[in-house]
């Protein structure tokens, strides 16, 4: 009898890693385990499409450029005027792309499963702000990225959308390609402040 593959998130063998003789906690890199992340595309002007994803997942459609709406461990990230990321280990998540796209049956919109290609990073700690700035292009100071504000960029060579959970903590979301490539830039980067990525 065959044993059944266990599902591993792309970094699960990076967990533990550690660098530099910094804090301990100067930054902090958890991977958010496996999560079910969908791809929603349609108009931001239509009610419809946001009383759906409202009645479907309990998040309000966030329609400001640069914004998302969460709730304990689901989250709707902005990506563009008609694009939005749904990411959320919900009780039941399996069946949400089934669900929307009931409640979107007569709507222009469109709804795909794009989990398998994605991973989920937690970072955090005293070193945030400067790891970040030395990791982008994009002007991270906390004057310019505030609280409740997420962008799409290019971090580290790699395109990735950054969101700011509060002063100290940023949520990561990168194309599962890219995860090894940003943990390992980030245990470098973050290697004078002391970093470890949490088991």
Known sequence: MFEQPRPETPLHYLR?????????????????????????????????????????????LP???????????????????????????QEGSETLEADLRRALASEAAAVVDVSGGQTLLSLSGSALSEVLQKSSSYDFHPANFPVGKCVQTVFAKATALVAR?????????????????IALWLLDAAAEYGVIIAD
């Open 165 to 181: 959970l509060d002063d100290d903590a940023v949520l990561m979301l990168a194309r599962r390609s890219f995860a090894d490539y």
């Open 16 to 60: 533990g890693a550690s660098r530099g003789q910094g804090e301990a906690n100067g930054l902090v890199i958890a991977e958010a385990g496996l999560r079910r992340c969908l791809s929603i595309r349609g108009s931001a002007d239509n009610a419809r499409l946001a009383e759906a994803v409202r009645s479907v997942t309990g998040l309000p």
């Open 63 to 89: 329609v400001q450029p640069l914004s998302f709406e969460h709730r304990g461990n689901s989250f709707v990230f902005w990506q563009g005027p008609t694009e939005w990321m749904l990411v959320t280990d």
